[in-house]
């Protein structure tokens, strides 16, 4: 007879106490929906920044320029891929989404709408075509190693480059913080970074950070659906059982950014 574990389920109840229940809960999230769709219009009317800096990128076709990365759409979506120099692999959690984020369906749908796909590495070329031919990937991922592009875009922290810079806030900021650490930090960090051309000028229009990549983990998505969630640390209600979770059946690793 199998022992059933003792752990803090969801209490039992009959299905119309569920259905209220449900309905309560339907609310909020019609709430989260409309507040969602009130972002993305704020994002739409951000201001945009006239990028001026020549940055150039190796592809597998030789090098580019940033305006090479549009194709011949308008839109441009970057994925900040983690992959330092010294990495025989990038990030996993970068890969994650890339793998999920970045398929042939979705690039697909952003193309029909003028918007092209790319990821950006600090790593050699090199480094990246051999990951790119392992895992079958047939996305455009560029190498930045020759430019400060990841700098700029405070995705590479080198306290002897710059002052570090996490998520908008500054070292002042950040020294008040629990990712103070950050202040003497040098790496990667994810992120993604949206960009309009307007002819030959490319402009900055949008990027994000930390959780903000979870946009790309659509497993996420679905995991917060269920009764055990994500199974981190961070959430709520406490106790739910953490031995599902397994990172070495390659799926996503743990959360590292908890809710700020």
């Known amino acids: 007879m199998v022992k059933e574990k003792i752990v803090p389920l969801p ?3 009959d299905r ?3 259905l209220d229940e449900r309905r309560r809960l339907l609310i909020k999230e019609k709430e989260l929906t409309r507040l969602q769709d009130e972002c993305a219009a704020a994002r739409r009317e951000l201001p945009m920044v006239r990028l001026t800096e020549d940055y150039r990128f190796t592809g597998l076709d030789g090098a580019v320029s940033l305006l090479d990365l549009f194709g011949n759409h308008d839109q441009l979506i970057v994925q900040h891929f983690m992959f330092d120099p010294s990495w025989e692999d990038g990030c996993p959690s970068c890969t994650a989404m890339a793998q999920a984020g970045a398929t042939p369906q979705i690039r697909h749908q952003l193309d029909r709408r003028g918007t092209a796909f790319a990821a950006v590495s600090r790593a050699p070329l090199r480094q990246l075509a051999a990951v790119r031919e392992r895992r079958g990937w047939t996305f455009d991922w560029y190498s930045s190693f020759d430019s400060t592009f990841n700098l700029d875009f405070d995705v590479t922290l080198d306290p002897a480059a710059a002052p570090a810079r996490f998520n908008f806030s500054d070292a002042a900021e950040l020294a008040d913080t629990d990712l103070a650490r950050l202040l003497t930090y040098t790496g990667e960090q994810p992120g993604i970074s949206c960009f309009l051309r307007n002819g ?5 229009t949008y990027s994000t950070y930390a959780r903000g990549g979870e946009v790309m983990m659509p497993a996420y998505r679905l995991l917060d659906l269920t009764a ?3 199974q981190e640390p961070w959430e709520q209600p406490t106790g ?3 031995e599902l979770f397994r990172s070495d059946r390659g799926v996503l690793t743990e959360q590292k950014f908890p809710p700020a």
């Open 200 to 204: 030959d000028e490319v402009f900055h």
């Open 16 to 18: 119309q106490t569920w």
């Open 11 to 13: 209490d039992i109840a």
């Open 240 to 242: 739910r059982p953490p």
């Open 228 to 230: 055990y969630g994500r």
